[in-house]
């Protein structure tokens, strides 16, 4: 939005950085004039964001206004590179080194001042006739009191439960009574049920409603769910179901390995959103099923009652809005989310009834415009979004209700429009990830920096704050339950791109002209394509550009980098691209690079003069073995994800990146790479951080600079060692548990991964429960400890896998915990026991008595060929699920009638060799 991309610039004209500039090159006086004038055309931005929506000339002013304040910023982040530099690691604090400047900047030092003068000027002169043109319009002049929200107080209501929808529990019982019915044994075509309605009814809603009913859960072996884009891809939809990434073989091999995974089960399909599909295309699928079991059910979300003509259907089940009670009840659930309606309380809810009239009873609307009535306080502002003049506005296409959707995006402050803008760029039905939104934002500068303030932790604020709103729906969640995917309605995207000129979903039919003005877009690749089309260099002015899905793209022209200098964020993730062009290096403005699940093989060392770049995403590059060696030179790098690779060793003076937040992966070098003393500047680190090749320690002196406890933002530690099949010597033996001991971690610490340590004893830190009270999940794998390490003293642990441990021959009392009055209390929260491939493990003499391990949900033993029995399993009353396979003698005693059955038959589930029991 303009008055977000205004406010930006005018920050970065009162910063240091352009004062500096205003004395090099002698431009002072149109530096504060341009200032001046951005700050006066921005009092007028608010109303004339609201007036472009019917006033195409109001829509073209502001246009040019952005065009211009685009610009501005560009020659103010140009000159930023040049002030800052590259930290060429010499100390030297003459930053302003010749490799960093960008392509403009060919010439002397002089020559380039001379230039961004001339550029000041012209742009000066442009925002003067923009200003007088603005005399030709009726605006009134709004200021939004206060910047960015910056604190945890935030407020957002992104524990709202989604699934709380108001008057479709008879919708969602004639839905799920259709899918668990038996049906006709001898039904040739898998029978078919559609929800049907106009946009934003609540169409996915209820299929979310039903797909999470446990009644369905129980009812289907395989449940899967499929997002549609408006054009029905059956390569898509298989690809979706049989969950295969980038399938680089034919179709049908691809339909081959479906038919396969769906033969005898009984699976339900959901096609969300499926709008335009031809009687061939559906056939294909079809016959792509078949073999499935009888009982299988495809469930369809559509707004077009035509497509519901070519299924076997037994109901088309059509969504009518919702009444005017149910719909108080949905918006006031959103505006009174907090519980507390003030003294106004009766006014509020006559006014709200009245907004409620307003809304047709159509879902989507009744919860964007209550979750924008929460902020509101007063009488005043309710009446404000009742007398809004967009609710009479039609100019947006067929749905009426589409304009009104607009009320709740001009209720938002400008740093949440501008965020939310953006999310355009994505195409209908993609699901977005919060962590690489939040960075994409990041690299727009749309999250303010505060010295060395948390811009993810802003950003997640301004996530949740998106979400509170209800412009996003359908949540993944991570194993902690935090949202990690959304995805825009489609009419709330129809909505942005209707005045979003700069964001664009290029396609082949995108008009060239429309091409020239983007700033922001996202391109859909077909697997089929192996070259990047031409037409799409003709967006020169993009900061961003996204490919989106996988490609046989492998290689990047010179012209195409060469045409894209404004970029800030590039993601080139899932093609097969082996190798960068020079011509990358200068694209100095650059913050975000994807290269994530590509063929390159070695990161060349120019990225290394990237000295702006925040992201560089290299996960799953199967083929990369070496960074730069100057890596050491990007200082502002935040975010260096290389989960998936196989690099040999980080460089040296990785250390010095000391604005790091993720480093997924550390990877030590001995005499070529990194020295884990590198770790001891890193303390912002955060999320997961793998430590390999510990065997390159020396000492439990050298792991102690680690400083591992000052590490209080990581959450998941992974220590690994080298596998050698080499006698190992009691020297390296005592040095590794050294070692192992010096690496103790914070006491923030969530999750612990052990692996190929060779010591004969773990570190004394594992056991300690009073200091690791938030450790939840531990992982111990080929590791040569005879013992185990009394990890049932930890008193938060939900989940423990033990592996390979191949020199434990028995489990006995050093696996418990403490002593309560005589009483063990074992592994007090533990839910998930996991052991496999124990292959000398004899006896487990755990002693269960009552109390202990009073959670456990789930116990699975495999490949543990010496274990003769299981521990008395009768006084877990919890356990809800036992697995054992590969595990001869144990399986052999347990298939044996009577007494061993009698002593666990309280449990509901239990497999063994792959063969239910019970």
């Known amino acids: ?114 230039k961004i003068g001339r550029r000041i000027k012209a742009i000066s002169a442009r925002l003067d006739q923009i200003k007088e043109d603005k005399d030709r319009f009726i605006f009134r002049e709004i200021r939004e009191e206060g910047g960015a929200i910056e604190s945890d107080t935030m407020e ?45 009814i609540g169409k996915t809603a209820l299929a979310q409603l039903v797909f999470k009913d446990e009644r369905v859960k129980k009812h289907f072996d395989k449940m899967i769910w499929v997002s549609l884009p408006h054009d029905f891809d059956v390569r898509r939809i298989y690809l979706a179901i049989t969950k295969i990434r980038g399938w680089s073989g034919s179709l049908e091999e691809l339909q081959f390995i479906l038919q396969c995974g769906v033969r005898k089960t ?57 009444f005017e009670n149910e719909c108080w009840s949905l918006l006031s659930s959103r505006a009174f989310s907090g519980g507390r309606r003030g003294d106004d309380g009766g006014v509020l809810e006559s006014l709200g009834r009245e907004i409620v009239n307003k809304c047709h009873g159509i879902p989507l609307l009744l919860k964007t415009i209550g979750s924008a009535l929460r902020s509101k306080k007063d009488v005043q502002d309710w009446l404000s979004v009742l007398h809004e003049e967009i609710w009479d506005w039609d100019s947006l296409g067929a749905e009426k209700i589409a304009p009104a959707l607009l009320v709740s995006f001009h209720d938002m402050p400008k740093h949440l429009k501008q965020c939310f803008a953006f999310c ?14 939040i960075k994409l934002w990041m690299a727009q500068g749309f999250i303010p920096q505060r010295g060395r303030g948390e811009m993810e932790r802003l950003g997640g604020l301004y996530f949740d704050d998106l979400m509170g709103r209800s412009l996003f729906h359908f949540i993944e969640t991570d194993e902690g339950g935090d949202a990690k995917y959304c995805m825009m309605h489609d009419m709330i995207h129809d909505v942005c791109e209707s005045i979003m000129s700069e964001y664009l979903v290029i396609q082949e039919k995108t008009p060239k002209s429309d091409l020239t003005k983007a700033r922001h877009a996202s391109w859909i690749c077909n697997w089929d394509v192996e070259f990047i089309p031409s037409f799409i260099h003709k967006a020169s002015n993009l900061r961003t550009l996204l490919l989106i899905g996988w490609s046989k793209i492998h290689s990047i022209s010179h012209r195409f980098i060469s045409s894209l200098n404004h970029l800030r964020a590039l993601d080139l993730s899932g093609s097969r691209i082996k190798k960068l062009p020079n011509s990358f290096q200068n694209l100095k403005l650059l913050r975000y690079l994807d290269l994530s699940a590509t063929e390159i093989q070695e990161l060349p060392e120019f990225v290394s003069t990237l000295c702006l770049l925040q992201t560089l995403k290299l996960n799953h590059c199967y083929k990369l073995r070496k960074l730069p060696k100057g890596i050491a030179k990007m200082i502002k790098l935040r975010h260096l994800e290389t989960e998936g690779t196989c690099l040999e060793y980080l460089p040296k003076g990785i250390g010095r990146l000391t604005s790091l937040r993720t480093l997924t992966k550390f990877i030590l ?84 991964i052990v692996s190929d340590y060779i010591g004969r004893q773990f570190p004394s830190w594992m056991e300690d429960c009073s200091s690791y009270s938030n450790l939840t999940k531990v ?29 434990v021959r028995q489990v006995g009392s050093e696996f418990c915990g403490n002593s309560y009055g005589g009483v063990t209390r074992t592994f007090p929260k533990l839910e998930i026991l996991i052991f496999e491939s124990m292959e000398i493990w004899e006896e487990w003499k755990l002693n269960v008595g009552a109390g202990s391990i009073p959670f456990l949900i789930q116990l699975s033993i495999s490949f543990c060929k010496k274990l003769k029995a299981l521990p008395e399993l009768q006084h877990l009353t919890s356990l809800q699920e036992l697995n054992i396979s590969s595990c001869p003698i144990l399986c052999n005693r347990c298939q044996r009638a009577g007494e061993d059955w009698n002593k666990i038959g309280h449990i509901p589930n239990i497999t063994i060799d792959g063969m239910k029991i019970q």
């Open 266 to 322: 009984q699976f339900l399909l959901v096609l969300d959103g499926l709008s335009n599909v031809d009687e061939a295309r559906w056939e294909k699928l079809m016959i792509s099923l078949k073999g499935a079991a009888t009982g299988s059910r495809i469930l369809v979300t559509t707004r077009n009652v035509n497509v519901t003509k070519l299924f076997s259907m037994t109901l088309m089940h059509e969504l009518k809005p919702l």
């Open 1 to 114: 939005m303009a008055d977000g991309l205004v406010s930006l610039v005018v920050e970065s004209l009162g910063s240091m950085a352009i004062q500096e500039l205003s004395f090099l090159v002698g431009v002072k006086e149109d530096l504060e004039k341009l200032s001046h004038t951005f700050e006066f055309l921005q009092a007028a931005l608010i109303d004339a964001e609201k007036q472009q929506v019917k006033n195409e000339l109001v829509k073209n002013w502001l246009g040019r206004l952005k065009d211009v304040a685009y610009d501005m910023d560009d020659v103010l982040q140009e000159w930023k590179v040049v002030i800052d530099g590259c930290d060429d690691g010499t100390g030297s604090e003459d930053k302003v080194c010749s490799h960093s400047f960008p392509p403009c900047f060919s010439f002397d030092r002089a020559s380039f001042h001379v």
């Open 779 to 807: 992982q111990l794998s080929y590791c040569r400890c005879k013992q185990m390490p009394a990890l049932g003293k930890l008193m938060s642990l939900k989940w423990l896998e033990i592996k390979a441990m191949f020199e």
């Open 156 to 200: 957002t209501s992104s524990l709202i439960d989604e699934t709380g929808i108001f008057g479709r529990d008879p919708d969602k019982e004639i839905i799920v009574k259709q899918l668990v019915s038996e049906g006709s044994s001898n039904e040739e075509n898998i029978p078919v049920i559609s929800i049907v309605g106009m946009g934003g």
């Open 669 to 752: 070098g001995g005499e070529r790479g990194c020295k884990i003393t590198e770790l001891k500047e890193l303390n912002f680190l955060q999320g997961k951080l793998e430590i390999t090749c510990l065997n390159r320690v020396a000492s439990r002196d050298e792991a102690n600079e680690a400083e591992l406890e000052k590490k209080q933002n990581l959450q998941t530690l992974q220590l690994s060692c080298q596998r050698s099949n080499l006698e190992i010597l009691v020297e390296s033996v005592v040095a590794q548990e050294g070692v192992f001991e010096g690496l103790r971690p914070h006491t923030n610490l969530r999750d612990l």
């Open 424 to 437: 355009s760029i994505f195409p209908k039905g993609h699901f977005i990830e919060k962590d690489k939104l």
